[in-house]
């Protein structure tokens, strides 16, 4: 983890973030969740759903997924006293999706638009996930 995503202030804040999705993108390309675990409570929903549970699922079918090149662009970042919340655009490049055999299972493709999203943090000695969610863009 960069020292600056160790800050509890508004470059930690976005630093943070942008090591989140480094950390996605570990994930994707190797199955392995352990890094991103360490810097997720359970209570983010959307880390569980999408970037942690099908992975470790993936992991014990053999299964594996190629592409992805997932982009945040943080925009905003808000420091409370014990809480972050960063604000961004996240993209999605076209990924594959392998069965253990090597047979291609199927493909999702890119996102075509960046996507409004905003990421809670909390504080507890260093920045942890609380929750994420897209925002819907005519808010």
């Known amino acids: ?23 996605i993108e570990y994930t994707i390309q190797t199955n392995d969740t352990k890094p991103i675990k360490q810097v997720t409570k359970r209570t983010c929903v959307e880390c569980g759903s999408t970037y942690i549970d099908p992975f470790d699922n993936n992991k014990k079918a053999g299964s594996w997924l190629a592409g992805a090149n997932i982009k945040a662009v943080i925009t905003k970042t ?6 972050g919340i960063a604000l961004y655009t996240t993209t999605q490049g076209e990924m594959s999706l392998y ?9 999702f493709p ?20 609380e929750s994420m969610e897209y925002l819907d863009e005519k808010s």
Do not use: C, H
């Open 110 to 129: 890119a996102t075509p638009t960046p996507a409004p999203m905003m990421m809670l943090l909390r504080f507890e000695k260093g920045w942890l996930v």
């Open 99 to 107: 069965m253990s055999d090597g047979t291609l299972q199927g493909v």
């Open 1 to 23: 983890m960069p020292e600056a995503a160790k800050k509890k202030s508004e470059v930690g804040i976005k630093a943070f973030a942008e090591y989140y999705y480094a950390l």
């Open 78 to 83: 808000i420091l409370q006293p014990d809480q």
